[in-house]
């Protein structure tokens, strides 16, 4: 499967982005999603996930209460809102597919990635 990944860009902090990834060259609902991001210098890190029906999602606690993960089946693309950013929240996104069951958090467990979007917070 194929990922792409867009809507990264520029935010004050305070504002909102949305990230969006679509999906190619698969059955996009048997996979679980996750959101993941680098920071410049840093490990690759969950952000978000959800689960292949969109049943459950988890949080990385940094952006609990302040982003959310959806996803449509029908359009196969799983999204990304985020408001109340922060600078912190600098960093390449990366959207990936998990064919196995049950969310995974680590990224060793994620099949398939997409190349990244870079979202820049500005204080």
């Known amino acids: 499967v194929q990922l792409q990944a867009s809507g990264g860009g520029l935010a004050q902090a305070g504002g909102s982005l949305r990230l969006s990834c679509a999906a190619s060259g698969g059955t996009f609902s048997r996979f679980n999603m996750g959101w993941f991001r680098q920071p410049p210098g840093k490990e690759r890190e969950l952000v978000a996930a959800?689960?292949?029906?969109?049943?459950?999602?988890d949080y990385a606690d940094s952006v609990k209460g302040r982003f959310a993960i959806s996803r449509d089946n029908v359009k196969n693309t799983v999204y990304l809102q985020m408001n109340s950013l922060k600078p912190e929240d600098t960093a390449v996104y990366y959207c990936a597919a998990d064919r196995h069951l049950g969310i995974a958090t680590v990224k060793g467990a994620y099949d398939y990635w997409g190349q990244g979007t870079q979202v820049t917070v500005s204080s």
């Open positions: 959800i689960t292949w029906n969109g049943g459950r999602t």
